[in-house]
Structures are given as structure tokens and as C-alpha cells.
């Protein structure tokens, strides 16, 4: 049994007080000073908790045990409050909490970073360890906690099995050379073997690295449950600073058994709708303060995305399109280059306006385990485009014939004893299978109209910065 005195002290989230049907006694909330307005008469304060978006006006009067100290307190000082939500009568709030008693958890003092009401983005990047309390960051990182739960329940509900695939790995499942090498072998001093390194004698006996995708280790599930997904971290020592390449990034890479390009676009297709419906639907709160303060129209691209099917073009249409364009691009446009960010970006914000998969692409500049297609000259790849982000998606049919990608491997230098495992599910019941790659924070940019992508992760992994 739990007395009165025990529930009245119970903590009751801030989103939850915000939404009561009737005014309550005796409540009991805490949660951050985001400002402290002081008068002689009244205090009042505005308190976060991160439930949501809006704060909760907590009035102070001088009737109320310790008004003098508590109205001293500092912003961003952390408050634990008791007192009665009754009806508000400012505008923009139903409710608002006369407190009884506050009690000072933690109070803080003018050096406090975030006295301002607006910071920029860059400044707020430079202490990261606080930027969660402020506006547009609590907005994103509840969006991100969101989105994870609804891809979870998408695949779910497909009947998609959740694989967790190796942080530590041999392989270099992109071939990009992009790989953080993981060692125990002192750097100083590493025992040599013929004029090189030797690995051998290395925690696992040879060369490893931080995963750069899950896609390898997902394929030997496929083949063994036909539907799965991975949903982690993935790595790449890419040296660019770009607003869209972090050197740790979270990805989803659902793979299915007994199925072709057409099949994966369609799975694209549908996540990504998916997805978008749910923030509409769920995240109205947090989508509101993007579409109003980040990217004007945001609302409306997200529900014609929901609705809209999308656009398919061939790499070779989207190199003659480039070509014949008005445009003056940075980078020259020629079949047998990969596209660059300002050719992604044209092809899905002028030419079709909105997302856009890009197919069969040169199998040149593609990863060794894309399928061939039988022109003998391009694999059959998807890229799936969007406006401002570009490529969000990248996936491909995955090569299930085993002399022919074995071939592939020794033609982009993987010595395919290096990687038998994989090549063994070509050898007992291969079959075709295709899967892709959505990066979880392009998506993040996507949704919520943020622009540079340590702006959507938590802690932010670029060049030169691994601080928090
Ligand atoms: O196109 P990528 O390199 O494809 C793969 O890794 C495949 N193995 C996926 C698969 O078929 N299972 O990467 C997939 C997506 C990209 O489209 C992009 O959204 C994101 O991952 N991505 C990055 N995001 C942030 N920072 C980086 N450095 C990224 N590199 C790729
Ligand atoms: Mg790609």
C-alpha cells in the first residue's frame, strides 16, 4: 500500500502534467530552469524535463515555503517541485504548477553556457555535453529515441529478424580502404615480421578493424532466417569534412533471401514511407518546431513524400540528364564516374522533386558483392536520393553465383580465401538475395530539416574530434 504522503511526492513527467484532462493537487515535478522571470509578487519559471518539447510555468508567491531562495535560483539549476497545476491563464499553456514547495536539486551560476535563448549550431557542437537541454537538440534527440523504436516495429511487423552483427571484423565488406584498424600491438614498438607488421601475433591473430557495415555477416542470416535486419554502429576513417560523412554513424541494413532489385527498391519504397508517417503521427510536437524554426515547408515535403510514389531512373539516363543540363557543375559528369553530391542533389531536387532511386550503376565503381548485370558493364545497385540530403539509401542484389564472384573479388584484389566464409553460402543452397543500407542520421537530416549531421548525433565522431 502506498500512503498519500508517498504518492504526493511521486514525480510525474512534465509531457504527462501538460496533457492532464483536470486541475490536480498536490503534484510533484522536476525537470530544469530553462528561464527564471523574477518579480517582488511573483517568480515564475519555466521547467524541462526533456518529456516534451514545451515547458511547464511554475508560479512562485511569496506564501510558499522558501520564495526568496527559490526565486534566486540560476538558470539551468535543477529543480524538484511541489504544488498544484491549475487552469493558466497566459496564453499558449492550459496549465501551469503554483508550487508549494521547491526544492533546489542542483543550482548553477552565471558562467552557465546556455543563459541565451538562441546559440548557433556550431557553438552548441562545442559543448556537446550540454546542448541536449537546449531547444532544437531536445527536439532531435527525441525524434532519434522515435525513429529507432518505429524501424524496430516495421521490420517487426514483416516478420524480419533482428541480427547484431560484429563491431570487430577482418573484412572490409566496401573495399574503400575507410576501415579504424583495432589493435592491442604496441604502436611503438609492433613485432615485424619480413619488414611488415606481423599480425599474426595480434589479439586475433590478424589485421582487424571497426566494422564499416553488417552487410556480409547479414547475408549468412538471410540465408539461414530469408528476412533480416541490422541496426548498429557502423565506422568509416573517411577524411571528409563534409555535413554529411561522420566517421561513426549508426545504420540499418535489412537483407532478404529470395529476392531482386525490384523487391529491395520496394522494401526502400515502404520503409521509408513508414517512417515518415510515423514521425507525422507521432512527433507532431517536435515536427512543428522544425517545419516552423529549421526548414520551412517540412510538413508538407514529409506528407507528399508519404503519399507520392517514388521516382526509378538508371545511372545512364541520370549521366545523359547531367549532361544535358543547363547547370554548371564542380565536377564533370561522365558515364563510368560516381555521381557527386551536387549531381545527387540536381537529379532529386530538379529533375523528378523529390526521392529518386538511381539503378545499375558501373559495376567499376561499385563493391565487389553487387550482382552483374547481363550487359556485362553495370550491377544492379540502388542509390535512393532525396532533396538536400542526397544519397540516404544505398543497396544493391547481392552477386549469388559463386564463380562469378569470385571472379569479382580477385578483379578488386580480395583474395577470396580471405573471405571463404562468405564465398560458402554460394557453394550449399545460395539463392538470390538483395538488401540495402539507410543511414540513420541522413534520415534524422531528412525529417527534422537539420543540416549537418553532428547535428543529429549525439556525440559526434569527425575528423579531429572525438572529444565528449
Ligand atoms: O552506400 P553504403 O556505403 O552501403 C553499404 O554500406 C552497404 N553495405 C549497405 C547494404 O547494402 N547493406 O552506405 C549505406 C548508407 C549510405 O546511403 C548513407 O546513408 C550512409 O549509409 N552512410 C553514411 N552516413 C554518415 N556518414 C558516413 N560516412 C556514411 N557513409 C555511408
Ligand atoms: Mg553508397
Redesign the pocket.
Known amino acids: 500500500m502506498t500512503t498519500k504522503k508517498e504518492m504526493r511526492s511521486r514525480r510525474i513527467r512534465i509531457k504527462n502534467a501538460l496533457q492532464a484532462s483536470r486541475a490536480t493537487t498536490g503534484m510533484c515535478v522536476c525537470g530544469w530552469a530553462r528561464t527564471v522571470r523574477r518579480g517582488k509578487e511573483v517568480t515564475f519559471i519555466a521547467l524541462n524535463d526533456g518529456s516534451c518539447l514545451a515547458n511547464l510555468q511554475v508560479v512562485l508567491t511569496p506564501e510558499m515555503d522558501g520564495f526568496e531562495s527559490a526565486s534566486r535560483c540560476g538558470t539551468g539549476a535543477a529543480l524538484h517541485v511541489e504544488g498544484d497545476l491549475v487552469v493558466s491563464p497566459a496564453a499558449g499553456q492550459s496549465w501551469e504548477l503554483h508550487a508549494r514547495k521547491i526544492k533546489i536539486l542542483g543550482d548553477t551560476d552565471s558562467d552557465y553556457p546556455l543563459q541565451k535563448k538562441r546559440h548557433s549550431f556550431e557553438f552548441l557542437r562545442s559543448i556537446a555535453h550540454l546542448r541536449p537541454r537546449a531547444n532544437t537538440f531536445s527536439a532531435v534527440f527525441r525524434m532519434r529515441s522515435a525513429l529507432s523504436f518505429a524501424i524496430h516495429r516495421f521490420f517487426r511487423e514483416r516478420g524480419f529478424l533482428y541480427v547484431h552483427t560484429p563491431i570487430i571484423t577482418a573484412n572490409d565488406?566496401?573495399g574503400a580502404g575507410e576501415v579504424f584498424r583495432v589493435t592491442t600491438l604496441s604502436p611503438e614498438q609492433p613485432p615485424l615480421a619480413e619488414g611488415d607488421v606481423d599480425w599474426r601475433q595480434d589479439f586475433f591473430g590478424e589485421r582487424t578493424g571497426l566494422t564499416?557495415?553488417g552487410?556480409l555477416q547479414?547475408e549468412m542470416f538471410a540465408t539461414a532466417f530469408s528476412d533480416i535486419y541490422t541496426f548498429g554502429p557502423?565506422f568509416?576513417a573517411?577524411n571528409s569534412n563534409t555535413s554529411?560523412?561522420?566517421?561513426e554513424?549508426w545504420?540499418i541494413?535489412p537483407?532478404m533471401a529470395f529476392a531482386d532489385l525490384a523487391d529491395d527498391c520496394a522494401l526502400a519504397e515502404d520503409f521509408l514511407r513508414y517512417l515518415v508517417r510515423f514521425v507525422l503521427e507521432e512527433c507532431a510536437e517536435d515536427l512543428t518546431f522544425f517545419h516552423q524554426r529549421i526548414e520551412s515547408g517540412l510538413i508538407d515535403k514529409l506528407e507528399k513524400l508519404a503519399g507520392a510514389d517514388f521516382s526509378v531512373m538508371s545511372y545512364s539516363e541520370a549521366v545523359e540528364r547531367l549532361q544535358n543540363a543547363s547547370t554548371a557543375f564542380e565536377f564533370p559528369v561522365a558515364w563510368g564516374e560516381d555521381l557527386q553530391s551536387e549531381h545527387e542533389r540536381y537529379l532529386t531536387e530538379q529533375v523528378v522533386g523529390g526521392p529518386l532511386f538511381v539503378t545499375d550503376y558501373p559495376a567499376d565503381i561499385k563493391?565487389f558483392y553487387m550482382r552483374n548485370n547481363d550487359d556485362g558493364r553495370t550491377v544492379a545497385a540502388m542509390?535512393l536520393l532525396v532533396p538536400r540530403v542526397g544519397?540516404?539509401?544505398?543497396?544493391?542484389q547481392r552477386e549469388e553465383r559463386f564463380e562469378v564472384l569470385e571472379g569479382k573479388m580477385r578483379k578488386t584484389g580480395i583474395e577470396p580465401q580471405n573471405l571463404r566464409w562468405y564465398l560458402d553460402t554460394r557453394r550449399w543452397g545460395s539463392c538470390p538475395h538483395a538488401?540495402?543500407?539507410?543511414?540513420f542520421?541522413?534520415l534524422l537530416m531528412y525529417v527534422t530539416g537539420m543540416e549537418n549531421?553532428r547535428d543529429v548525433i549525439p556525440f559526434p565522431r569527425t575528423p579531429g574530434n572525438a572529444r565528449f
Open positions: 565488406c566496401e564499416v557495415s552487410q547479414g557502423t568509416r573517411e554529411r560523412h561522420a566517421a554513424f545504420m541494413e537483407e563493391a542509390d544519397e540516404i539509401i544505398g543497396g544493391s538488401g540495402f543500407g539507410l543511414g542520421e541522413r549531421i
